[in-house]
């Protein structure tokens, strides 16, 4: 699914048509849920300047996932 929808949005970006997502601060995953089914074609979870870690990736992405939206996580470095 994941490979699917960024295709997806490579697609529109590469046509010139524009990809429309959001960010998300608040470590809860029932806000990822409804950020997910909101009609986003992706939403980035800030784990840079946010107050959510690493750990509840997992959890947040799932709920994102359930509405058919890109999960992606902003990083504070790669290592």
Known sequence: MRLKKLNTIRKKLNNNEPS??????????S???ILGHAGY????????????GVDKLP?????????????????????
């Open 20 to 29: 429309i997502g959001t960010w998300q601060q608040i470590p809860n995953a």
């Open 59 to 79: 959890d947040l992405f799932r709920a994102i996932e359930l509405g058919g939206t890109l999960p992606l996580a902003r990083i504070a470095e790669s290592k």
């Open 31 to 33: 806000i990822s849920e």
């Open 41 to 52: 074609d992706w939403v980035a979870v800030d784990i840079e300047h946010g107050s959510i």
